[in-house]
Each structure stands twice: as C-alpha cells, then as structure tokens.
C-alpha cells in the first residue's frame, strides 16, 4: 500500500471508535490470553525487556501495566546538560519557530496557537522561539519525563482527531499535532523561560495521564470531552524536577515541546529521524 492510500484510508475509518474499543481492551485483565497478545508485541516490536524494572512478561495483569512500565533503575544515564530528552523515540522535527510557525514536514506548519488549543496570549511566549517533536514508536519506553526543572502553570485538554503520527501520516495529513487531541502542559523555569509540553493523542492511543491530575488516577481521557478543558496550578506550587516523570502514554504517540527564544541551543548531533533516549543530552543553554 503506497503511503497516500495509507493516509486516505485514515481519513475513513472510525478512528474514535477504534480507540475506545483499544482502550477498553487494554484495561481488561485476560490472563493467559493478555499474556499472548504481550508475547507477540514483544516479538513484532522487538521490545527490550532487560531494560524493564519487571521483564517477566506473565506478571503483567492488562495490557496497559506492560505499555506503561518503568525502567529498572540506572538503564537511562542522565546526561550532564541544561536540557535533556524527556523520551524514548525518534526525532520528527526541531528547530526555530519562524514568527509562529511550526515546521511539521515538508509543505506543511501549523501555529503555535493552533497548538495551543487557540491561546494566543499563551502562544505569543514563543513568536520565534524553539521547537522539537518527538515520536514514541510502539516498541519505546512510554512514559514522559521533564527535560528541565518546571513549574506546572497550566493544562490544558484540547479535543480533537486521532490521525495515527508515524512519520507517513505526518507528511500528509495538514497541522496533524494541531488537529489531534491532546494534552498542553504549561510550566515555568527559573533558569530557563517559560516552555509547554504537548502530549498529542493518535489512532488507539487509549489515554493521556498525568502523575499531578488527582482524578481518574492521572488520566486525563477518557472521559473524552467535546470541548476544550483548562486547569489552572499557578497557586499551587507543583515543582517537578529533570528528570521526573510528568506523564505517560496508553499506547504510543508524541510530544512537541516549545521553547522560548533564546533559551535552548539544540544538540549538534540531533537530526530529523534520528533514534533518541530518554536523558540523552537535549540541548544547551543560551545566555
């Protein structure tokens, strides 16, 4: 199948549908039968086990509690930088944001408005600041981590498509991380600026969780609301260091990070499509 009847059939199908069945299937406890479909995830995806805390694949009761496992302790070394990488995955894009557009792929940009589920004001921070996108493969490590100390100001749910976000769909489906639903989390840094993380959801991506929303154990979809939803936590003093955990995907799917301008000074050796790790060396500061 050539990669424009891939995207077209995306267009088709009940992509909701598919995710909210994918979902509840995840959750549900099958015994022998959730073990199966592990096994064969492990092999079709060639899923590192070793570096899992648990690598036993029979101990995992649902789907989701194999998706979302943590590393065992010392399998990601931290690099010794201002900004490090908050995931496992792939590099889609990164670089400046040219006035308010974000580079997606070629013949495609979207605004960092548009991002933002249309917050001008919140997006004005970042008129010709940084980006980078970040793609979470089905075989990666599915928690999300903070590339710099913050403090959480904002959230924000923003509903939306479920486009699946392998690299073919992102070279044709127009604004894909700005018409997908997600989750905008906006923080502030002492050293560093202002700066947002995107958590965007895609086709079978059950959920988007938190480790600070204190309803539903961090999940922040489902309920999938029809509208946008905004918590505000500038009074609350929550302050996450490098390194934390902030976050995890119920199956896989991307982050987009900005930056305001002059804050970061990307990693020499990054490239678009590049393999990354979590802790990997991010970027540098700039004065």
């Known amino acids: 199948m050539n990669n424009k009847l891939k995207v077209l059939m995306q267009y088709l199908i009940p992509k909701q549908l598919i995710t909210v069945i994918a979902g ?25 086990m070793s570096e899992a ?35 496992d995955g792939a590099i889609s894009q990164f670089g400046n944001i040219e006035k308010d557009q974000i580079f997606q792929a070629k013949g495609h940009q979207y605004s960092t408005a548009a991002l933002m589920g249309g917050d001008k004001k919140a997006a004005l921070q970042y008129l010709n600041g940084s980006f980078a996108c970040l793609y979470l493969s089905p075989k990666d490590y599915h928690r999300i981590h903070m590339p710099c100390d913050g403090k959480l100001e904002k959230m924000t749910y923003v509903p939306g498509d479920l486009f699946s976000v ?22 502030s840094s002492e050293h560093h600026g202002n700066f947002v993380m995107v958590l965007v959801g895609a086709t079978i991506v059950g959920s988007i969780a938190t480790v600070w929303h204190d309803e539903n154990n961090g999940i922040i979809n489902p309920p999938r609301r029809g509208h946008i939803q905004v918590w505000k936590y500038s009074d609350q003093n929550i302050v996450l260091k490098q390194n934390a955990e902030m976050g995890r995907f119920l199956l896989g799917s991307t982050v987009v990070m900005l930056f305001e301008k002059d804050k970061i000074a990307f990693n020499p050796q990054w490239s678009a499509g590049k393999a990354i790790q979590l802790g990997e060396m991010m970027g540098n500061a700039l004065a």
């Open 53 to 87: 805390e648990n690598p036993d694949i029979a101990s995992y009761k649902t789907f989701n509690q194999f998706f979302t496992r943590p590393l065992r302790s010392g399998a990601r070394p931290i690099a010794d930088a201002a900004f490090i990488c908050p995931v």
């Open 166 to 187: 392998n690299p073919v769909t992102a070279q044709g489906v127009p604004g894909l991380f700005a018409r997908n639903e997600r989750v905008v989390c906006e923080f």
């Open 24 to 48: 509840k299937l995840a959750h549900l406890e099958g015994g022998e039968k959730t073990t199966r479909v592990i096994n064969w995830f492990v092999k079709r995806y060639q899923v590192n």
